[in-house]
C-alpha cells in the first residue's frame, strides 16, 4: 500500500511538471499583454513594480521548474514543493495587481484585468488540479487579491460582476475536487493493474524458471543414470542364456525383463525431448493401411496375450498418405496405455476413412478414467493414484500422445466410464486413397528372404572406434568382429589421431561415444570427414538428450543412438547405414 501511495505522488510529480513546464509561455504573455493593454491609463510606477516583480517570480518559477527538480538527489515531496513554490509565486503576482495596479485603472480596464487573471485561473485548472497543495497554491492568491479590492467599498464592480466572481471561484474550485478524484482513482487503477501484472509476470517467470529447473533435472537425472544402464546392458549382452543353470537363466532373463523396462522409460523421455526440440522428422507418402496395423498387431499382439487379453483389429485396407511411423508411435503408446490398464477383456482397434481421411479408435474393457481426471491424463508423470500398481512406467505415454497429434495435426478425443472402459478417437488429417482392383500395391511387397550381411557388405567393411571405456570398447570391437567388419582404435587426440590416419586408406563409418575424454564425438566425426573429404556415415551414441543436441546432431547428418542400448542394437545400426 505505502508502494503505491508513493508510484501515485510520483506520477502525481510527472503530471504537475508536465503542465508546468506547458503553462511556461503563458507566465510570460500574460503580464506582458496585460501590460501592454493597461499601459497608458496605469499609474507607471505601480505597474513597473509590478512587472518587475512578475519577471523575477516568472524567473524563480522557470528555475524551480527546469533546473532545481532536475536534481537526482531530491525526493518527489520536495519536487513537488519546489514547483508549488514556483507556481506561487507568479500567480502571487497577479493578486498584487489587483492590490497596486487595478484601483487606479478605469472601470473597462479593470474588467480586463479581471478577464485576464481568470483566464490565468482557467489554463491552470487542468494541469495543477489533481493534487490539491499546488491548486490552491495557483489559485488562492489570486482570488483573495480580487476579493479584497472587489469587497473593500468604494466597490470596485456592481453587484451582477461580484456574483460571478463568486461563482467562477466556486466553479474552479468543484472542478478541481472532481477531476482531481477522476484522476487519483484512474492512476490508482492503474497503478493496481501494473502491480497486479508485476506479480502475475513474477509468477509466470518463477513456472518458467521452475519448468527449465526441472527440465534441466531430468536431463542430468536421465544422462547420470543412463551412463551405468548402457553398461549393464552391454554386460548382460556379453552373457549366454543357455550356458546358465535353470535357476540362473532364471534369475537372469528375470533382471533382463527390469532392464527392457528400465530402456522403456529412458525412451520415453527421450521421445519427449525429441518433441519438445522439434526433431521429430515429419515424412508424409503413401502407404498401405495394412502396413501401420501388421506392424501394431505383430509388436502388440504378444504382449496383449501374455496378460491372457484379445487385441483385435477392424479395418479395411486403403490407402494412406500421411506419417506411417509417426502414427506407428501414436497408436502403439495408445494400445500400450490399453493394454497397461486392462485386466481382463479386449481391446478394439478400428480403422476407418471419415470425410476421406483416415480415423481410428482404440476401445478397451479396463477401469475408466474418473470424469474429473480426463483433462489431467495428458500431463507430463500423471498417472492415477488407484492405478499405479498396474503400470511401471513414468506416466509419459500420452503426454507424447498429445504432442504427437499436436504435431501431426490430429485431433483426439477420450471418452471413459469408470470400471468400464476407455475409447479413445483419432480423427486425422491424412487423406485416404482407395486400392484399386488389379493394381499394384503402394509398396512393393519384397517376398525373398533378405540377404545376409556378408552379401550386403560384399568385403569387410572398417568401423573406427572411439570409446573411452576399455570394457565396452571390448564389447563393441566382439560383437562388430564377430559381423565381418574391421575394427580401428584410434586416439581422440588431435595430433595422434592425424598422424595414425595419414597410414588409413578408407574408413568405412564411425562409432564414437560422445563424451569422451578430452574432446567430444561430434568434433571427432568432423575431424576424420575433413580428413578424407567425404561425409563418412557416423554414428554417436550419447546419454544426452538435450534438444540443443538432439538438433546439432540432426544438423551434422549423424545418427544417434541413445544409451542404454545393447550392442546388437548397436551393430544393426551399423549395418542399416551401411546399406544407404
Excluded at 498429445?402 to 471418452?415: F, G, M, P, Q
Excluded at 550381411?453 to 572398417?462: A, D, Y
Amino acid at each position: 500500500m505505502q508502494n503505491n501511495e508513493e508510484l501515485l505522488l510520483e506520477e502525481k510529480y510527472q503530471f504537475l511538471e508536465t503542465a508546468s513546464k506547458a503553462n511556461t509561455a503563458g507566465t510570460v504573455i500574460g503580464p506582458v499583454l496585460t501590460g501592454a493593454l493597461i499601459f497608458q491609463e496605469a499609474a507607471l510606477g505601480n505597474l513597473i513594480v509590478w512587472l518587475t516583480t512578475m519577471a523575477l517570480c516568472v524567473a524563480f518559477r522557470a528555475y524551480m521548474v527546469f533546473s532545481k527538480n532536475k536534481d537526482q538527489t531530491l525526493s518527489t515531496k520536495k519536487k513537488i514543493f519546489n514547483l508549488n513554490l514556483g507556481v506561487f509565486t507568479v500567480t502571487a503576482c497577479w493578486g498584487l495587481g489587483w492590490l497596486i495596479v487595478t484601483p487606479t485603472l478605469p472601470f473597462n480596464l479593470q474588467c480586463l484585468y479581471l478577464l485576464m487573471s481568470s483566464t490565468a485561473v482557467f489554463v491552470g485548472l487542468y494541469g495543477y488540479s489533481i493534487h490539491r497543495p499546488t491548486f490552491l497554491c495557483f489559485a488562492l492568491p489570486i482570488f483573495i487579491g480580487q476579493f479584497i479590492v472587489s469587497l473593500i467599498p468604494p466597490f470596485m464592480f456592481p453587484w451582477p460582476i461580484l456574483l460571478g466572481e463568486f461563482a467562477f471561484s466556486l466553479y474552479a474550485i468543484k472542478m478541481a475536487s472532481y477531476f482531481s478524484k477522476s484522476w487519483v482513482k484512474t492512476i490508482s487503477l492503474q497503478i493496481q493493474n501494473q502491480t497486479l501484472n508485476k506479480a502475475l509476470e513474477f509468477e509466470r517467470n518463477s513456472a518458467i524458471t521452475a519448468n527449465i529447473a526441472k527440465s534441466k533435472f531430468i536431463a542430468t537425472a536421465s544422462h547420470d543414470l543412463r551412463q551405468p544402464l548402457h553398461a549393464v546392458n552391454i554386460y548382460l549382452d556379453l552373457f549366454e542364456p543357455n550356458k546358465l543353470n535353470p535357476k540362473e537363466r532364471i534369475n537372469f532373463l528375470q533382471i533382463r525383463k527390469s532392464i527392457k523396462t528400465l530402456n522403456s522409460m529412458f525412451s520415453s523421455l527421450l521421445d519427449l525431448s525429441k518433441l519438445d526440440a522439434g526433431a521429430s522428422d515429419k515424412l508424409e507418402k503413401p502407404f498401405e493401411l495394412i502396413e501401420l496395423i501388421g506392424f501394431l498387431s505383430n509388436t502388440y499382439t504378444p504382449i496383449a496375450s501374455n496378460k491372457n487379453l484379445v487385441l483385435q483389429f477392424d479395418f479395411m485396407n486403403m490407402g494412406i498418405n500421411g506419417d506411417k511411423l509417426l502414427l506407428q508411435q501414436l497408436m502403439g503408446n495408445l494400445i500400450s496405455n490399453a493394454i497397461q490398464y486392462t485386466a481382463i477383456g479386449t481391446i478394439l482397434v478400428k480403422a476407418t476413412a471419415v470425410n476421406n481421411c483416415l480415423h481410428m479408435t482404440i476401445e478397451d474393457t479396463g477401469c475408466g478414467i474418473d470424469s474429473t481426471l480426463l483433462d489431467k491424463i495428458f500431463d507430463e508423470f500423471f498417472r492415477v493414484d488407484s492405478t499405479r500398481n498396474m503400470h511401471d512406467g513414468l506416466g509419459l505415454g500420452l503426454s507424447i500422445v498429445k504432442r504427437l497429434c499436436k504435431l501431426s495435426d490430429t485431433e483426439l478425443s477420450v471418452n471413459s466410464v469408470l470400471g468400464s472402459g476407455t475409447t479413445i478417437t483419432l480423427h486425422t488429417k491424412y487423406p485416404s486413397l482407395p486400392l484399386r482392383d488389379g493394381s499394384e500395391s503402394l509398396i512393393k511387397n519384397v517376398s525373398h528372404e533378405s540377404p545376409s550381411p556378408q552379401e550386403v557388405l560384399l568385403e569387410t567393411k572398417t568401423i573406427a572406434v572411439f570409446e573411452d571405456d576399455h570394457t565396452i570398447f571390448d564389447a563393441y570391437k566382439q560383437a562388430l568382429t564377430q559381423n565381418g567388419f574391421a575394427v580401428l582404435s584410434l586416439p581422440e587426440n588431435s595430433q595422434s589421431l592425424m598422424n595414425q590416419l595419414a597410414n588409413i586408406n578408407h574408413i568405412d563409418c564411425i562409432l564414437s561415444d560422445y563424451r569422451l575424454e578430452t574432446t567430444t564425438g561430434d568434433l571427432i566425426i568432423q575431424q576424420l570427414r575433413d580428413s578424407f573429404g567425404i561425409d563418412i556415415p557416423a554414428i554417436i551414441i550419447t546419454a544426452d538428450t538435450s534438444p540443443q543436441h538432439i538438433q546439432l546432431f540432426k544438423e551434422l547428418n549423424i545418427k544417434v543412438l541413445y544409451k542404454p542400448i545393447g550392442y546388437s542394437d548397436i551393430v544393426d545400426a551399423i549395418k542399416l547405414l551401411l546399406k544407404k
